[in-house]
DNA sequence: TCGACGATCATCT
DNA sequence: GATGATCGTCGAG
């Protein structure tokens, strides 16, 4: 499948009050929208299919888990629109979009996304060459910033500002949204099961099967 | 200052 | 499907 261009979405930087919601209605509603960011003046696009919410706080998946307040989960802290990029095992970024009001730490992190503008830019950035396999661009929240170019420099920047910004794009009706357990998060007890991974059904380009897909193989 | 571990990815079988 | 890579962050002392 050849991917949509950009420039048959919506174009409409998002109002920061978007993300003044709770992680979980934020992530949903994330879906199908576009990141945009300018690194060294080249643009790129990609469209959400694929996000988690962690709640804060009081979600044990999450970094702010008891409130736990360090100098890397500042950014988490500070009130809902800004991005919040940590390096997780040492080796990859990962981009989350802050969410709630100031002190809540809610969080929507971005797993997997469909290239919409600078393909070619991102595939040289991950090191691959044409053709690639869909979700090999963006598939994975390490990928994803990895194809973005977006590392921690960008930690605390505001989600509507020239380097980075959320479009409005396509968002998805609700018949298309399939949602799931978080992957990556064993040690977090009960939180494991709760169902806070939303993606697109039927998507080439998500992380990983979503679990409705798995009855279909 | 030190030890343990992690919201992942690529490679190998 | 299983496993090794690799280092910043956190908490204890």
Same mark, same amino acid.
């Given at each position: 499948?050849? &991917?949509? *261009?950009?420039?048959?979405?919506?174009?409409?930087?998002?109002?920061?009050?978007?993300?003044?919601? @709770?992680?979980?209605?934020?992530a949903r509603d994330l879906l199908g929208r576009l990141v945009v960011c300018r690194i060294e003046g080249v643009e790129t696009a990609i469209r959400i299919v694929?996000?988690?919410a962690y709640l804060g706080i009081e979600d044990p998946a999450s970094h702010a888990w008891?409130? *736990?307040?360090?100098?890397?989960?500042?950014?988490?802290?500070?009130?809902g629109g800004c991005a919040y990029v940590y390096l997780i095992y040492g080796l990859h970024n990962c981009l989350n979009a802050v969410t709630g009001g100031e002190g809540e730490a809610g969080a929507v992190l971005m797993r997997a996304g469909e290239p919409t503008r600078? &393909?070619?830019?991102? /595939? +040289?950035? %991950? $090191?691959?060459?044409? @053709?690639?396999? &869909?979700?090999a661009i963006a598939g994975g929240p390490g990928r994803f910033c990895q194809a973005m170019g977006?590392? +921690?420099?960008?930690d605390? =920047?505001?989600? #509507?500002?020239? =380097?980075?910004? /959320? +479009?409005?794009?396509?968002?998805?009706?609700?018949? %298309? =949204?399939?949602? $799931?357990s978080r992957i990556g998060i064993d040690?977090?007890?009960? &939180? =494991?099961?709760?169902?806070? *991974?939303?993606? /697109?059904?039927? #998507?080439?380009h998500l992380s990983r099967r979503m679990p409705q897909q798995d009855r279909d193989g």
């Open positions: 499948m050849t &991917a949509k *261009r950009a420039e048959s979405f919506d174009q409409t930087v998002l109002p920061l009050s978007f993300f003044l919601r @709770p992680a979980e209605d934020v694929e996000t988690e008891g409130n *736990r307040r360090t100098k890397r989960t500042r950014t988490l802290f500070r009130e600078g &393909a070619s830019e991102m /595939i +040289r950035r %991950r $090191g691959l060459s044409e @053709p690639v396999r &869909a979700g977006i590392d +921690r420099s960008l605390g =920047v505001a989600l #509507n500002s020239g =380097v980075l910004s /959320i +479009r409005a794009g396509g968002p998805v009706g609700p018949d %298309r =949204v399939v949602r $799931g040690y977090a007890g009960d &939180a =494991v099961a709760w169902p806070l *991974r939303f993606g /697109i059904a039927d #998507n080439d």
